[in-house]
């Protein structure tokens, strides 16, 4: 793996945690462009080590597929899950992606939300 300026190490893998916000579509793009792709959250730990996001920060999940059905930007489902209190609930039925909401206490923090809405993102590679 090459090691670019900026980029967090935990684990076997690199973080890189945007300063901008976009779409998800357009974050995943960032992401892809550098040989990463969105954050996928399979361990406690990881959960733990994405505190320091921004508060609205797009992870690599997303209903858009099929509705109710969550998955990974890399196909795989959900192991473990951190879905805030009440989430998903496709408000409006337009929310397919998932942000890191880290305004909450809890490690409970996921929320869906329109994919076309702009906030921060984290890559993993
Ligand atoms: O109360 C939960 C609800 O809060 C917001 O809608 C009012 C969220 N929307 C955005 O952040 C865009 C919903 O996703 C959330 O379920
Ligand atoms: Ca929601």
């Known amino acids: 793996k090459r090691c670019f300026k900026g ?5 076997s893998s690199y973080y ?14 960032y992401c892809r462009e550098m ?15 994405i505190k320091e996001a ?6 690599g999940l997303s209903d858009a597929q099929t509705e109710g059905n969550w998955k990974w930007v890399d196909g795989s489902r959900l ?3 951190y879905w ?17 909401l880290n305004e909450v206490v809890s490690l409970n923090t996921w929320n869906d939300i329109p994919c076309s ?7 993993e590679l």
């Open 7 to 11: 980029w967090k190490k935990f684990g």
């Open 16 to 29: 890189y945690f945007s300063n901008g916000r976009k779409n998800w579509a357009e974050s995943r793009q």
């Open 35 to 49: 040989g990463a792709d969105l954050v996928i959250i399979n361990s406690r730990e990881e959960q733990e080590f």
């Open 54 to 59: 921004n508060i609205y920060t797009w992870i």
């Open 79 to 81: 192991t473990t899950v």
């Open 84 to 100: 805030r209190k009440g989430e998903p609930n496709d408000a409006h039925k337009d929310e397919d992606c998932a942000v890191y």
């Open 117 to 123: 809405y702009e906030a921060g993102w984290i890559c």
